[in-house]
């Protein structure tokens, strides 16, 4: 069956630092694979997406930026985080078929 | 960008009671996807409907898409605590690779 994994689940992060989080899926290959961004008590945005290695599309220009170094292996990543950029990051993995989006355990980020 | 309007923001249920949350849209909608998400955690994939007029039941959730496809409801029968969380419905593009979620409707249940 497919997996999905994402770390950190939390992480508290100074104004200025550099960011990387991490997403991988298991049990699927060539996924098409999703980052969104939740602010509490909010929907969902979608910031990047991919559908295959190396390809990232961008939804918001914005203080991030994703890579896809392997199948199924995405990436998160700032130079320089904003207090802006706090919030609850979530991966997904879809077929972009029939089913749903299958979401990672997410990461709580909080900028100080 | 085509967004799906979702009412109410809030409900406040007591046990037992029904709830319905609606999902609207300005344009005809290939298909609409419900989603729960618990309070602290991720949202999970519930179902998708994809004819128009299309009714499915999970136990006590009922889906239906409107005979237009501009909308979408999700009801649940006789409410429980464990019914608390946020419900999204979302839109999947034609091509398929993109999902636009909706605001979501937060339901608290009061035992």
């Known amino acids: 069956s497919q997996t999905i994994h994402q770390w950190p689940a939390t992480l508290v992060q100074p104004v200025g630092s550099p960011l990387s989080l991490e997403c991988t899926v298991e049990?699927?290959?060539?996924?098409?694979l999703y980052w969104y961004r939740q602010a509490a008590g909010r929907g969902l945005q979608l910031l990047f997406y991919s559908v295959g290695i190396g390809q990232i599309s961008s939804e918001v220009p914005q203080n991030l930026s994703a890579s896809r170094p392997q199948d199924r292996q995405f990436i998160l990543s700032s130079k320089k985080l904003l207090l802006s950029d706090s919030g609850f990051y979530l991966c997904a993995w879809g077929d972009g078929r029939t089913y749903g989006y299958t979401f990672g355990s997410g990461t709580r980020l909080t900028v100080v | 960008g085509q967004q799906v309007m979702q009412i109410p923001q809030y409900q406040h249920v007591q046990e037992g009671e029904d709830f319905t949350t609606y999902c609207n849209s300005s344009t005809t909608l290939s298909n609409i996807q419900w989603y729960k998400q618990r309070p602290g955690g991720h949202p999970v994939f519930l179902i998708q409907l994809v004819k128009s007029g299309e009714v499915k039941k999970q136990k006590r959730l009922t889906f239906q898409f409107g005979e237009a496809k501009k909308n979408s409801s999700l009801h649940i029968t006789a409410t429980q605590t464990t019914d608390v969380g946020t419900y999204f419905c979302a839109r999947r593009n034609t091509g398929g690779f993109k999902t636009i979620f909706g605001a979501g409707t937060r339901l608290f249940v009061k035992a």
């Open positions: 049990g699927t290959s060539n996924p098409n």
